[in-house]
């Protein structure tokens, strides 16, 4: 019992139990991971005091039932709830590591829904209950390798560092990896590492001295990782660390003086000596190689050769003729190294002569010194010693004759058996400072015997030698923006002079603009700058190597420095702008053009990649590779993107730490294929009658057709044509669409002629259209011309007659009312100044002043439809009171229901054009009451005087004074307002609609009934007007009223053109006779080319809103 206490006290685990109103969670648990399967953890009744909960509802708690839900939760499995207590406990071992969401995570949530159910009642609730598991420290830190092998230079410099890979502890929070250790302690390694957010690390071998591998070749290190739980885990790594060698020692003869004697019948080919050297350094830096120096005579060349590898002295020959002398081989052991190492070692050979009695040698040297001293620079001849010869023998065994066996030395005979030893040659201390010299004398015994005498002449140093840099070259590599004073490289230098001659000064010449700086010492080179790799690349210049001899003498050597790159340069595009051209409806794939751009960085700092920027619309009909290729990824429609298709590029390079990037722009243009018929605008299915006079004089424009095409260029160039028309008195201009008059007509050619107008583009093929167009002829007396005579023609005649007797009374009555008017304020002046004797002013306006005022169109009007109105102003000295004018109007003209009467017979109304004629308010301006007839005659008279006052030339113009032939959407042209004979029928029915709404209120007059009748034009010639002035009018279109299209193709609003901007053109459109009776009051100012919709467009508003609004709006 006591052991399962124990057991519990060691899987203790804290139960945090509580409602939560923040978390959105009913209950909150929180469990140590690897408790034991059927842990308690608690019960869901009791910890949510679930039945006091619910009280409300009489829930009992026997017919409660408690359910985890476990569909879509794959982690309700590791828990069970009782179904009927509520008893809340594990369902196995929770391993918090193996759970996918939670490994490396501070924190480990599973998220339950518990259901309570009544099973007798409807109760039912979902209880959110949340398991934090919290982590205990199960797992020890462990290296993915037990092993691991690593090499390091021994020319490695402290700070150099070997990367290790770090260890993994699955554990989170403190119970994760918390601290490395190294050991042994006094290794020349230090450890560094870096912990990383999910347990793993960097670690570092960082080096802290310089290493000298022949003392010690390897080092075995062990690194720990050790976790922070209670009790700690640690985790080992072994680490071997291997030296490798540089060529840093010469070989070593075990001895460097050799002393041996041989018989001077010894034979060919037989060793004399087996000599020995090594070298510390491995492999080949560490392989010994004899050879025989090659500064020494070619008699001993010729006479001794030694095995390269095992360094065996033999002898080539015999040496009967060297007895008695000692000879002199110089040995040289170099390692297999790239740049090989060489020592030397002096071998001295003894031949020995054992027969007769040999000559004496006596030398006597020059200095008094154990050796002779002769300078180096000694010229040839130079006496070096005396050498006297004896010899017991006589005769022939006693003629004795010496010689030297050095050639930079010989004999010069004194006397006999006297000589003198002079310098031969030319002397170089630095190839041999010291000269054995053997002098040998022989009898002439047989055989001959001899005797040889050695001496040692010291050759004495002169300031011959320049320093020799150990390379001509040296390289080195800096990484750019480096720190100021770091070092470069280190440079050495040799001279083969001693003493002060060989002592060294280094300085640098030839550097440039680069603050490059040396220690005069020991040759390091340091920058004093920080270098630009984009700047300069490599940078060159020489190093001085100078002695302290006299005269100095110096050497250079060249330095080259590579500046290693650094990712200090954004990659930037060739041009801030990329414009591409590209065919139209082409299939998707097509390339479209390759981005460029330059990185001055090498290597990946360098390499770039391209990449649509995220600015970019959605949906960019274009695929960009990484390399800057644009292809598209669908057919393009130039008419969609008329210019072109614009987004952002960005060049983002791959260099490290961290990668830079810049931004470009791209616009790709879309070449045009003739891909749009032409449009023709006039004519068309509403508007294609164009009407002139006969007698037009010959090259008169009657008409133009207008056309667009969406397309481009030659694609968009039309070409206007008639097709199948037997019309010969009209041509049209192939590029303009003009139709002119070539030839006289007579009244014959009276009639309709209809044509087909063929427009063709001058693309690739060529595409064309083609519409309908009716030709009228007119006369002076408007006709029908394929129109009979009918009955309802007399009707027409009863409504002229009755509209110019209307005229009459109209204008009668309306110059009575100003009469009366006019005397009635000279009265009241009057009163005025005989009551107070002053004159009241009413700010009339001089006749000057007393101009039309026209004011812009009304584009919406009371109406509501949007339809076309000029409005202006009238007089102030036509204005009078309306009470003062309805008044007379009543007294003098009754209302005129025969009128009505007459019109309601004879022409029913469809749907009105109305216009609303209104008077801009002015102070002295009276009201009028609606369906004042005053009002209407007053209206009336108003534009009877507009159109009797026209300027003289317009009583002359058979067109009006604007003989534009073109649509203008106006209805009939304007001598339908202009001519000589006052009003047309028509506009007096016109002016009867608006005089009296009241009559037909149910329906209007159809005014095509009109179309038949006899109207007299006057005399109408075309004829420009210079005086007229322009009048801001604004005209609201149905279909095109404030669009054009330019000449590239694009729709303008007109109504941001200036009226100057328009060039009158000598036409006007018709698109019937009815329509030339049928024609609204419009003002003569309206340009023609802003209309291209059917003729009749204009409506009138009824008078009865005049009275409200004093104001003309047609």
């Given at each position: 019992m006591q052991g399962c206490c124990g057991r519990e006290l060691a899987i203790f685990i804290v139960v945090y139990l509580f409602i939560s109103d923040t978390t959105g969670h009913d209950m909150e648990y929180r469990i140590n991971e690897e408790l034991p399967s059927n842990y308690i953890?608690?019960?869901?009744?009791?910890?949510?005091?679930?039945?006091?909960?619910?009280?409300?509802?009489?829930?009992?708690?026997?017919?409660?039932?408690?359910?985890?839900?476990?569909?879509?939760?794959?982690?309700?499995?590791?828990?069970?709830?009782?179904?009927?207590?509520?008893?809340?406990?594990?369902?196995?071992?929770?391993?918090?590591?193996?759970?996918?969401?939670?490994?490396?995570?501070?924190?480990?949530?599973?998220?339950?829904?518990?259901?309570?159910?009544?099973?007798?009642?409807?109760?039912?609730?979902?209880?959110?209950?949340?398991?934090?598991?919290?982590?205990?420290?199960?797992?020890?830190?462990?290296?993915?390798?037990?092993?691991?092998?690593?090499?390091?230079?021994?020319?490695?410099?402290?700070?150099?560092?070997?990367?290790?890979?770090?260890?993994?502890?699955?554990?989170?929070?403190?119970?994760?990896?918390?601290?490395?250790?190294?050991?042994?302690?006094?290794?020349?390694?230090?450890?560094?590492?870096?912990?990383?957010?999910?347990?793993?690390?960097?670690?570092?071998?960082?080096?802290?001295?310089?290493?000298?591998?022949?003392?010690?070749?390897?080092?075995?290190?062990?690194?720990?990782?050790?976790?922070?739980?209670?009790?700690?885990?640690?985790?080992?790594?072994?680490?071997?660390?291997?030296?490798?060698?540089?060529?840093?020692?010469?070989?070593?003869?075990?001895?460097?003086?050799?002393?041996?004697?041989?018989?001077?019948?010894?034979?060919?080919?037989?060793?004399?000596?087996?000599?020995?050297?090594?070298?510390?350094?491995?492999?080949?830096?560490?392989?010994?190689?004899?050879?025989?120096?090659?500064?020494?005579?070619?008699?001993?060349?010729?006479?001794?050769?030694?095995?390269?590898?095992?360094?065996?002295?033999?002898?080539?020959?015999?040496?009967?003729?060297?007895?008695?002398?000692?000879?002199?081989?110089?040995?040289?052991?170099?390692?297999?190294?790239?740049?090989?190492?060489?020592?030397?070692?002096?071998?001295?050979?003894?031949?020995?002569?054992?027969?007769?009695?040999?000559?004496?040698?006596?030398?006597?040297?020059?200095?008094?010194?154990?050796?002779?001293?002769?300078?180096?620079?000694?010229?040839?001849?130079?006496?070096?010693?005396?050498?006297?010869?004896?010899?017991?023998?006589?005769?022939?065994?006693?003629?004795?004759?010496?010689?030297?066996?050095?050639?930079?030395?010989?004999?010069?005979?004194?006397?006999?058996?006297?000589?003198?030893?002079?310098?031969?040659?030319?002397?170089?201390?630095?190839?041999?400072?010291?000269?054995?010299?053997?002098?040998?004398?022989?009898?002439?015994?047989?055989?001959?015997?001899?005797?040889?005498?050695?001496?040692?002449?010291?050759?004495?140093?002169?300031?011959?030698?320049?320093?020799?840099?150990?390379?001509?070259?040296?390289?080195?590599?800096?990484?750019?923006?480096?720190?100021?004073?770091?070092?470069?490289?280190?440079?050495?230098?040799?001279?083969?002079?001693?003493?002060?001659?060989?002592?060294?000064?280094?300085?640098?010449?030839?550097?440039?603009?680069?603050?490059?700086?040396?220690?005069?010492?020991?040759?390091?080179?340091?920058?004093?700058?920080?270098?630009?790799?984009?700047?300069?690349?490599?940078?060159?210049?020489?190093?001085?190597?100078?002695?302290?001899?006299?005269?100095?003498?110096?050497?250079?050597?060249?330095?080259?420095?590579?500046?290693?790159?650094?990712?200090?340069?954004?990659?930037?595009?060739?041009?801030?702008?990329?414009?591409?051209t590209i065919p139209e409806n082409q299939p998707s794939g097509l390339f479209v053009g390759q981005l460029t751009a330059n990185d001055n960085d090498l290597g990946n700092n360098g390499t770039f990649d391209f990449i649509a920027s995220t600015d970019n619309e959605p949906n960019l009909p274009f695929l960009i590779s990484k390399s800057g290729t644009i292809v598209s990824t669908k057919a393009l429609d130039r008419e969609t993107h008329p210019h072109g298709i614009n987004f952002k590029m960005v060049v983002v390079d791959k260099g490290t730490p961290t990668s830079l990037s810049s931004t470009g722009y791209v616009t790709v243009f879309l070449s045009d294929e003739n891909d749009n018929y032409p449009e023709i605008i006039f004519p068309n299915a509403e508007n294609k009658t164009i009407a002139f006079l006969f007698d037009l004089p010959i090259n008169s424009i009657i008409g133009k057709v207008e056309a667009r095409d969406r397309d481009y260029d030659n694609n968009a160039k039309m070409v206007y044509s008639f097709a199948a028309t037997t019309i010969s008195f009209i041509s049209i201009d192939q590029d303009s669409g003009e139709m002119k008059l070539n030839r006289p007509l007579t009244s014959e050619f009276v009639n309709r002629y209809p044509i087909s107008v063929l427009v063709e583009d001058q693309g690739v093929p060529k595409l064309s259209s083609n519409v309908s167009l009716t030709i009228i002829v007119l006369s002076h007396q408007i006709l029908a011309p394929v129109a009979p005579r009918t009955p309802n023609d007399d009707n027409y005649l009863m409504i002229a007659v009755i509209i110019a007797c209307v005229t009459v009374v109209a204008a009668g009555s309306i110059i009575l009312i100003i009469f009366l008017i006019r005397r009635n304020d000279m009265q009241k002046q009057a009163l005025e100044k005989n009551n107070n004797g002053i004159v009241i002013s009413r700010n009339h306006p001089t006749p000057s002043d007393g101009k039309e005022q026209y004011d812009a169109i009304d584009h919406a009007g009371k109406n509501g439809r949007g339809e076309k109105r000029v409005s202006f102003s009238m007089d102030e000295e036509k204005k009078y009171d309306t009470l003062e004018m309805e008044r007379h109007l009543y007294q003098k003209n009754p209302p005129k229901q025969e009128v009505d009467r007459i019109l309601d017979t004879i022409m029913p109304p469809q749907n009105p054009r109305v216009a609303q004629v209104k008077a801009v308010p002015s102070p002295t301006s009276y009201n009028t009451q609606p369906h004042s007839q005053l009002g209407k005659l007053q209206l009336h008279q108003n534009i009877i005087n507009m159109h009797s006052n026209q300027p003289h030339g317009d009583n002359d113009s058979e067109t009006s004074i604007e003989s534009n032939t073109s649509d203008s959407g106006r209805g009939g042209s304007e001598s339908d307002i202009h001519s000589s004979g006052g009003l047309s029928q028509c506009q007096e029915l016109d002016l009867l609609k608006q005089l009296y709404p009241h009559v037909n209120k149910q329906e209007h007059l159809r005014l095509k009934q009109c179309s038949n009748k006899v109207v007299n034009l006057g005399d109408i010639r075309p004829k420009f007007r210079d005086n007229r002035k322009d009048i801001p009018v604004e005209i609201d279109h149905r279909k095109y009223a404030d669009r054009r299209v330019n000449e590239y193709g694009d729709y303008v609003d007109i109504r941001d053109i200036p009226y100057s901007a328009y060039r009158p053109k000598r036409f006007t459109h018709f698109n019937s006779m009815s329509d030339i009776l049928d024609g609204s009051m419009m003002t003569n100012e309206d340009d023609d080319d802003l209309s291209t919709t059917t003729s009749g467009s204009y409506t009138v508003d009824d008078i009865d809103d005049s009275s409200l609004h004093p104001e003309c709006v047609v």
């Open positions: 953890i608690g019960n869901i009744v009791d910890d949510l005091k679930f039945l006091e909960r619910n009280y409300s509802i009489n829930v009992d708690r026997e017919n409660i039932r408690f359910n985890i839900l476990s569909q879509g939760n794959p982690l309700a499995v590791y828990f069970n709830i009782n179904d009927r207590t509520g008893s809340f406990s594990t369902n196995g071992t929770i391993d918090r590591e193996s759970l996918s969401h939670c490994k490396f995570s501070n924190i480990c949530e599973i998220k339950l829904d518990v259901s309570a159910q009544s099973t007798i009642g409807t109760f039912f609730e979902i209880i959110k209950v949340k398991v934090i598991v919290l982590d205990i420290n199960d797992n020890t830190p462990y290296f993915v390798k037990s092993k691991t092998n690593l090499e390091i230079s021994e020319s490695s410099i402290p700070n150099s560092s070997l990367s290790v890979e770090g260890a993994v502890d699955l554990d989170s929070g403190n119970n994760t990896i918390q601290t490395y250790l190294l050991k042994p302690a006094g290794s020349p390694f230090l450890l560094s590492y870096d912990n990383s957010l999910i347990g793993s690390s960097a670690l570092k071998l960082i080096l802290n001295r310089t290493l000298d591998r022949e003392k010690v070749g390897f080092y075995d290190l062990v690194i720990e990782a050790v976790d922070g739980g209670n009790p700690q885990k640690t985790g080992s790594l072994s680490v071997h660390i291997d030296v490798t060698d540089v060529n840093d020692n010469k070989p070593t003869f075990s001895q460097l003086t050799y002393n041996i004697t041989i018989e001077e019948n010894v034979e060919a080919n037989s060793v004399i000596l087996n000599m020995s050297a090594s070298d510390k350094d491995l492999g080949k830096n560490g392989q010994v190689m004899y050879r025989l120096s090659p500064y020494q005579s070619d008699d001993i060349k010729q006479m001794f050769s030694i095995n390269e590898t095992h360094g065996n002295l033999s002898l080539i020959k015999p040496l009967t003729y060297y007895s008695g002398e000692v000879l002199k081989v110089i040995i040289e052991a170099s390692d297999n190294a790239d740049q090989p190492l060489i020592s030397q070692a002096t071998v001295y050979v003894k031949v020995l002569d054992s027969t007769n009695s040999p000559p004496i040698i006596n030398i006597n040297l020059l200095s008094n010194a154990p050796k002779a001293r002769i300078a180096e620079s000694a010229s040839v001849g130079a006496a070096v010693a005396h050498v006297g010869v004896t010899d017991e023998d006589t005769g022939r065994n006693g003629h004795v004759t010496c010689s030297l066996s050095n050639p930079n030395f010989r004999l010069d005979k004194l006397d006999v058996n006297e000589y003198k030893v002079v310098v031969n040659v030319e002397l170089d201390r630095e190839k041999i400072d010291e000269y054995e010299i053997n002098v040998t004398c022989v009898d002439s015994g047989i055989p001959p015997l001899s005797s040889t005498s050695t001496f040692r002449v010291t050759v004495m140093d002169m300031n011959d030698h320049s320093p020799t840099f150990l390379k001509t070259t040296y390289y080195a590599e800096l990484y750019e923006n480096n720190e100021i004073g770091v070092e470069v490289l280190r440079v050495s230098a040799l001279d083969f002079d001693i003493g002060i001659n060989a002592e060294i000064e280094y300085s640098l010449s030839q550097t440039g603009r680069f603050p490059f700086g040396i220690d005069p010492t020991f040759g390091i080179i340091f920058a004093n700058f920080v270098t630009d790799r984009e700047n300069t690349s490599e940078i060159n210049f020489k190093v001085v190597a100078t002695d302290k001899g006299n005269p100095r003498k110096s050497s250079t050597a060249n330095v080259a420095i590579t500046i290693l790159d650094v990712n200090d340069n954004k990659p930037r595009f060739t041009d801030p702008l990329f414009t591409f």
